[in-house]
């Protein structure tokens, strides 16, 4: 089974299911496995055309170093078993659609479930709804300089460094993202050399440390002007305080790495409280404000609050205990280790 079926198809389709899972992400899978683990009928929707979230979308060859058991494991890897997890259970999945409009469904004995509609069209109806919707729908923050070569080597994101073989890249951005892909390609190109704006990273030191033991040139204090070239990138021109006025770069590859936009978008009128304008507030359960709407991974907010995958793998099963008592309060919370259960038989999920 793979993650690249469209959820056109899924127009004017009713589901029912006993709880909605908003994001396919990692998160958003591990809790669809757990999920199916307790016994509950699952749907997973994600705007995405494939499985995996930010992931697959943005670095799928890139190595995280942060899962536990893990010294490392490539993006792509990570997704595809935590795919495998998900769908040893009768999972559905509705891929390349949004969750749009929430309405509440009164039922007999004063019982409500959830209606969940999505841009395509597809009709939803479950008991619960965990949300892992990450940061929401994101696009990239623009370089600004030379936004008419994207595409003719300025990217944004980085699917396959083996196109930067033996290329002069020039990396701009301080945080995470920027400081792993100079380290990701500094073995493979010709030269790389990472421009930040401010003399201060926001990247974990940790990393920092082994970028300065590599041969990648690090120039702060500066930022890219100008981008030269036809009809592919070229050079590079930089400004600012930490560079000699007019230092140019040669540069075939640029890559922007400079954070995202978000928006929650249908999320902002489901009711629920949000802070800072993109966080769902939850409670200990990760219960949102909204009885029977939960969440899981980025998209929390609560005190402490640590955004790591690692974090909301723990928080998707927390999540998933807390929906199934919500379902029915006469199931236990915990339900066990699931290494006292024997192999559960492997169910073909769907994917529309």
């Given at each position: ?210 970028l300065r033991a590599t041969s990648v040139e690090i120039i702060t ?20 305080p930490g560079v000699e006025d007019g230092r140019e770069l040669p ?102």
């Open positions: 089974m793979d993650g690249n079926s469209n959820g056109a198809d899924a127009h004017n389709a009713f589901l029912d299911c006993d709880l909605l899972i908003v994001g396919a992400g990692p998160v958003g899978l591990f809790a669809a496995y757990y999920a199916g683990f307790r016994g509950l009928k699952v749907a997973v929707v994600d705007a995405l055309a494939e499985p995996g979230g930010q992931i697959s979308a943005m670095y799928p060859e890139k190595l995280i170093f942060d899962i536990a058991g893990f010294p490392s494991v490539k993006g792509r890897d990570l997704v595809d078993g935590l795919l495998e997890q998900a769908t040893r259970f009768d999972t559905r999945f509705l891929l390349g659609d949004r969750a749009q409009l929430l309405r509440p469904v009164a039922l007999p004995g004063g019982r409500s479930e959830f209606e969940v509609v999505t841009a395509n069209g597809a009709s939803v109806r479950c008991g619960a709804v965990v949300v892992t919707a990450g940061i929401g729908a994101f696009a990239p923050r623009k370089l600004g300089a030379g936004d008419e070569f994207e595409g003719r080597g300025l990217a944004y994101f980085v699917p396959d460094p083996s196109e930067y073989a033996n290329q002069d890249v020039v990396v701009v951005g301080g945080g995470d993202s920027a400081v792993d892909w100079a380290l990701t390609l500094h073995p493979i190109a010709r030269s790389v050399t990472l421009v930040h704006r401010r003399r201060t990273f926001r990247a974990h030191e940790a990393s920092l440390v082994d204090d500066a930022q890219v002007a100008g981008v030269f070239g036809g009809p592919d990138v070229e050079r590079v021109a930089l400004t600012g540069c075939r590859r640029l890559v922007a790495a400079l954070g995202f936009v978000a928006d929650l978008g249908p999320l902002r009128s489901w009711g629920l409280e949000i802070a800072h304008h993109r966080h769902l507030v939850v409670d200990s359960a990760m219960q949102t404000s909204v009885p029977g709407i939960f969440a899981a991974g980025d998209i929390t907010e609560y005190p402490g609050k640590v955004r790591l995958i690692a974090v909301g793998f723990g928080e998707a099963a927390t999540a998933v205990n807390n929906a199934a008592v919500f379902l029915n309060p006469e199931v236990e919370l915990f339900p066990g280790h699931s290494t006292d259960a024997g192999p559960a038989a492997p169910a073909q999920s769907e994917m529309v």
